[in-house]
């Protein structure tokens, strides 16, 4: 891209394009868009090596920028992780199309049919940070969903996003699809991402995947609706009518089968019916696990070696080997800690009891709820919806993680043979 374009020209540019090309999608049958995604995915396998070179350029400058290992490793391609990309999207091609799917379609009393039509939400724009392999997985999402797609990739992956990006065109061209359909955004300008937001008679919906400081700003500033999870503080509660091998075996994989994920569990309650009973074993494994322990007064006193818990910690992301620990008086308690400090993503209650089961359940206002499950399960992958856009705490249109349906709406339908109203 010219430097000297002005910034609010190019992405209206980008904006008419997108919607032009979101129109002809909308009716593009699943084949031809399959056949795209298929060509796309072999296009990645074949510039391999552009990819690499390219990523290369963008570690080099990320280390003369000083970013960190863990930064670094997120922003990274080998041939492994370029191969994943390519099987992401072959595994995308094999999901179902949520396209025309009509739903509730029946007769009334007047003698026309009324149903519902699943259709494209239009035209989508995606701001992600770090990870390259996110252009591949949305622009296959988008595009199986009929969708056209806006993305602003972080600009510390600049070069590899715009060689993927080249990837995707070629796949479009060959199944003789608009280009269009899929645009990366090429400046690195941040009044790119300030107008995308700000667009909305081009762009329906906005999906922000980074940090919270990314989030929060695209939350303040959009003029488009936003699906996104701000942060996730997850919960499980070990009832006292718990299953002490379960407990042990849900808690522990909560909190230690990855550390740096938004369904990690970060507080963990226990029930003080139960608590002296578990804790001394389930903190012994934490702590060889390396995993710090911070708790509550009656937490303290049942293991003496947990740091004391302050106010901020139930409210904590800690996206690392750190864990709240909690006594509570029963169902009531644990639940009421939850409506204070959830951040709405995910909760599991680990009980024998169905009664408290299906309570924890219901009350619990959380995007995922489990019974004796592990919070890491809060997955689209694990849902069976194949590859996800991300997870959403909001409440319209789609909550929990978002797949292809969840990147399309629905449209009423009628059916008559020249009916009219009387």
Known sequence: MDAKVNIQTYMQQLGEQARAASRKLAGTPSAAKNKALLAIAMAIESQQAILLAANKKDLEAGEKNGLDEALLDRLALNPERISGMAEGIRQIVALADPVGEVTDLSYRESGIQVGKMRVPLGVIGIIYESRPNVTADAAALCLKSGNAAILRGGSEAAHSNQAIAQCIQAGLKEAD????CVQVIETTDREAVGKLITMPEYVDVIVPRGGKGLIERVSAEATVPVIKHLHGVCHVYIDGKADMDKALAVAFNSKTQRYGTCNTMETLLVDEAIAE????TLCKMYSDEGV????????QKIISSVIAA????WDEEYLA????IRVVNGMDEAIEHCHQHSSGHTESIVTEDYTNARRFLAEVDSSSVMVNASTRFADGFEYGLGAEIGISTDKIHVRGPVGLEGL???K???LGDGHIRK
């Not at 699809?177 to 269009?180: A, E, F, N, Q, T």
């Not at 009973?277 to 001394?280: A, G, R, V, Y």
């Not at 302050?310 to 910690?313: F, G, I, M, P």
């Not at 080997?321 to 709240?324: M, Q, R, T």
Request: glycine share 4%.
């Open 177 to 180: 699809l608009p280009v269009d």
């Open 277 to 280: 009973s578990i804790l001394p």
């Open 292 to 299: 710090e322990l911070r708790g509550c007064e009656k937490t």
């Open 310 to 313: 302050t106010e901020t910690d």
């Open 321 to 324: 080997p750190i864990l709240s």
């Open 408 to 410: 399309t709406s629905q």
């Open 412 to 414: 009423y339908i009628v």
